[in-house]
T-cell receptor
């Protein structure tokens, strides 16, 4: 049970912001939202995570709705190297495990 | 570089062979994981080790045998595999605090003939 729902694919123009949505309507109060990305046939790369508040780091921003049932990952200025599959994951509190869904395949277009 | 290395990066083996995958982490973590990623499928968690003790086995067939001699090293021993076991095998490590991030290695691409 992946616990998250993401669109299967998205396109974004190079230099524009990429906004990747994720629904996690069954999230529990102590479960974190994590985002990873995977470039073809490489290991997943950690991007960002959050619980309630919006978060920002050098890679991206994470916006979590007040009811925590959905979130958006924002890549502020997408480059061609951001083309990858992006996974939104809820970290299950009872066992601290990550359950990956099928993710969103983001293609950045020149 | 994430601090997690895996060897070999590519492996081709016959169904009667015995081989081992190796994972090493240089991050001081106490939890290590094996995942399997088949084509067009999500990552599947296989095994979890905390402080060298196996804490999770997600109904993995016995032809996959993990070994964790210490907190820095994790092995996956393979024997009598099937062609459908061909996949990308990923190792990850993390701390044990609930907010600790998992860091992944580059994976081993396994092909079973």
């Amino acid at each position: 049970d992946a616990k998250t729902t993401q669109p299967p694919s998205m396109d974004c123009a190079e230099g524009r912001a990429a906004n990747l949505p994720c629904n996690h309507s069954t999230i529990s109060g102590n479960e974190y939202v994590y985002w990873y990305r995977q470039i073809h046939s490489q290991g997943p790369q950690y991007i960002i995570h959050g619980l309630k508040n919006n978060e920002t780091n050098e890679m991206a921003s994470l916006i979590i709705t007040e009811d925590r049932k959905s979130s958006t990952l924002i890549l502020p200025h997408a480059t061609l190297r951001d083309t990858a599959v992006y996974y939104c994951i809820v970290r299950v509190a009872v066992n601290n495990q990550f359950y990956f869904g099928t993710g969103t395949s983001l293609t950045v277009i020149p | 570089e994430t601090g997690v290395t895996q060897t070999p990066r590519h492996l081709v083996m016959g169904m009667t062979n015995k081989k081992s995958l190796k994972c090493e982490q240089h991050l001081g973590h106490n939890a290590m994981y094996w995942y399997k990623q088949s084509a067009k499928k999500p990552l599947e968690l296989m095994f979890v080790y905390n402080f060298k003790e196996q804490t999770e086995n997600n109904s993995v067939p016995s032809r996959f045998s993990p070994e964790c001699p210490n907190s820095s090293h994790l092995f996956l021993h393979l024997h009598t595999l099937q062609p459908e076991d061909s996949a990308l095998y990923l190792c990850a490590s993390s701390g044990l605090v609930p907010t600790d991030t998992q860091y992944f290695g580059p994976g081993t691409r396994l092909t079973v003939l």
